[in-house]
Nanobody
Framework: QVQLVESGGGLVQPGGSLRLSCAASGSIFSIGIMGWYRQAPGKQRSLVARILSGGSTNYADSVKGRFTISRDSAKNTVYLQMNSLKPEDTAVYYC??????????????WGQGTQVTVSS
């Protein structure tokens, strides 16, 4: 069993910054893609950014140049540095990880979500 625990959400003014963290623990052999998704009220969950095990990254167009995803593979942790935040970034943010467990099965695991609110 694998658990993803997120932290770092909160309330921030427009133009401000937040850093989200997500740590994976449990029966982990290795982790492939790690990513961040978000879901605003009344909208579908959508990809914000993802990072491959080799370090390659992809971003949604709406966050390019403002958000940076990174990972610490030794700690099984993924980060999302969010700068120049806008009200439209308000959402619940979820981390995901493609975990290869000790039985060599690959399972996409999800965090519980953390609220990010951008408002003055």
């Amino acid at each position: 069993q694998v658990q993803l625990v997120e932290s770092g959400g909160g309330l921030v003014q427009p133009g401000g910054s937040l850093r989200l963290s997500c740590a994976a623990s449990g029966s982990i052999f290795s982790i492939g893609i790690m990513g961040w998704y978000r879901q605003a009220p009344g909208k579908q969950r959508s990809l914000v950014a993802r990072i491959l095990s080799g370090g390659s990254t992809n971003y949604a167009d709406s966050v390019k140049g403002r958000f940076t995803i990174s990972r610490d593979s030794a700690k099984n942790t993924v980060y999302l540095q969010m700068n120049s935040l806008k009200p439209e970034d308000t959402a619940v943010y979820y981390c995901s990880a493609d975990v290869i467990n000790t039985a060599r099965s690959t399972i996409r695991s999800w965090g519980q979500g953390t609220q990010v609110t951008v408002s003055s």
